[in-house]
């Protein structure tokens, strides 16, 4: 891979950890290349996208400053692909976290083993991270699965409550500059849209235009659903604890307005009080991060606060 990709630093693998449809579903892990033998953290990153596009490996939308942690921490770093929306819907990518989870308990292990010699990963030391959808995803694994491990979560400008105005209802919305779209953009994709297809990942730009659309017709409920768990403002209120939470949101964000971080940190400090809890606003626009590194002020002061629960 050449020398100036954000993973230079990274042996890496792509494995298999579930099939939908006879089509794989996959996550690359990546192991830093001076690691030595023994126990290693885990740091687990979900891509974003609004859940519609992206891929594991597109590093544009992968923040410099988390690579480098996992770098800096000697960590295992594995980030996962899983179904995307319209052709699947919440409840289904959330299955697929559900068994990506499990395949970390499971399978983890011994490819690691594969990978290096004498590594191991500790899946009992787990921080989970992502920006946007990816953020929504981290902290659904903090809320969904309680005995994954999971010791701190990083959420930056995640969808934690998809249940604003932004999100549900029609009207003009700018978002990152771009002009208004028809509804006509999303009523001829699902037209054409294969039933059964199974789409894993999609660079951003092929389904910006149907993303644009379907916010600014107030239809992306329509997409994600209302299966089991989907929202994850309202799992706070059955899950029994939740780690160390980083939250992370950009002042200026047209894309997932910091509304949607407020209320899901108002909700949790209200349901569980106990909860360690930073909120990181900055001035920026959606992954106003993506570029950043350990160097900057506010992720040194975050990254100190968070040596507390992680590693």
């Known amino acids: 891979m050449a020398t100036s990709s954000k993973y230079s630093d990274f042996d890496q693998k792509d494995v298999v950890y579930k099939i939908v449809n006879d089509q794989d579903i996959s996550a690359t892990i990546l192991v830093p290349r001076n690691i030595t033998p023994g126990k290693h953290p885990l740091l687990v990153h979900f891509h974003g996208g609004f859940l519609i596009c992206g891929s594991k490996l597109y590093e544009e939308w992968h923040a410099t400053w988390t690579i480098q942690l996992a770098a800096q921490k000697n960590a295992i770093l594995v980030t996962p692909n899983y179904r995307l929306l319209p052709e699947a819907n919440g409840r289904e990518v959330l299955d697929d976290i559900n068994d990506f989870w ?148 950009g002042k200026e964000d047209s894309l997932v307005p910091i509304e949607a971080s407020n209320n899901f940190v108002d909700k949790l400090k209200q349901t569980h009080p106990a909860t360690p809890l930073r909120y990181t606003i900055q001035p920026g626009e959606h992954g106003f991060d993506g570029a950043v590194t350990m160097d900057e002020d506010w992720v040194i002061e975050g990254c100190a606060w968070l040596e507390k629960y992680w590693p």
């Open 102 to 249: 499990s395949w970390v308990k499971t399978s983890l292990p011994s490819e690691l083993a594969k990978m290096a010699s004498g590594v191991e990963v500790d899946t009992t030391n787990t921080l989970v991270a992502g920006e946007s959808a990816g953020g929504y995803l981290a902290i659904q694994s903090s809320l969904l699965h309680p005995s994954a491990g999971i010791k701190a979560v990083i959420s930056q400008y995640g969808m934690l409550d998809n249940k604003i105005p932004h999100f549900t209802q029609k009207g003009q919305k700018h978002m990152a500059g771009a002009p208004q779209q028809p509804e006509s953009e999303v009523d001829d994709y699902l037209q054409d849209m294969q039933k059964g297809a199974v789409r894993t990942e999609t660079h951003p730009w092929e389904m910006w235009l149907f993303i644009c659309a379907a916010v600014q017709a107030g239809r992306y409920l329509e997409f994600l659903g209302d299966g089991v768990g989907v929202h994850a403002i309202d799992n706070l209120e059955t899950a029994e604890r939740v780690p160390a939470c980083w939250i992370i949101h």
